[in-house]
C-alpha cells in the first residue's frame, strides 16, 4: 500500500483542491516567490493548515528555489514533495501556520 502522509493522517483537509493549490508552471522564480509569499498569506487568513505549490517538473531551478525560500519564512511548518498521488516531485505540500 501507499506511505500514509502525517499531514493526510492528521487532518483531511490535506486534499488538493482548487482553492489550496497555487499553480506557479511557467512563473519566473521572482514572481513565483511574490504569488506564494501572498497565497501563504491567504491561507493563513483563511485558517487553511497546508497548500500545494504545483510548479511542475520543469529543469528544477524553481521547485529549488520555491523550496528554499519558503524554509526561511516563519509562517512555514513544514514542507515536503508531494506522494505520487498528490502530484509527486512536480507539488511541494507546504503546512502553514
Same mark, same amino acid.
Given at each position: 500500500?501507499?506511505e500514509?502522509?502525517?499531514? $493526510? ?12 493549490? /497555487?499553480?506557479?508552471? =511557467? ?6 516567490? +511574490?504569488?506564494? !509569499?501572498?497565497?501563504?498569506? %491567504?491561507?493563513? %487568513?483563511?485558517?487553511? !493548515? ?7 517538473? =520543469?529543469? @528544477?531551478? /524553481? +521547485?529549488? &528555489?520555491?523550496r528554499?525560500? /519558503?524554509? =526561511?519564512?516563519?509562517?512555514? +511548518?513544514?514542507?515536503? &514533495? @508531494?506522494?505520487? !498521488?498528490? @502530484? @509527486?516531485? $512536480?507539488?511541494?505540500?507546504? !503546512?502553514? =501556520?
Amino acid at each position: 500500500g501507499r506511505e500514509p502522509s502525517a499531514i $493526510a493522517d492528521r487532518d483531511h483537509t490535506a486534499m488538493r483542491t482548487v482553492d489550496n493549490t /497555487l499553480d506557479l508552471r =511557467g512563473e519566473r522564480v521572482d514572481d513565483a516567490i +511574490r504569488m506564494t !509569499e501572498k497565497f501563504i498569506d %491567504q491561507a493563513l %487568513q483563511a485558517d487553511r !493548515e497546508v497548500i500545494f505549490l504545483l510548479h511542475g517538473h =520543469g529543469t @528544477g531551478v /524553481l +521547485r529549488a &528555489a520555491l523550496r528554499e525560500h /519558503l524554509a =526561511g519564512l516563519v509562517s512555514v +511548518r513544514s514542507l515536503r &514533495a @508531494g506522494v505520487p !498521488e498528490e @502530484g @509527486g516531485d $512536480a507539488v511541494t505540500v507546504v !503546512e502553514v =501556520g
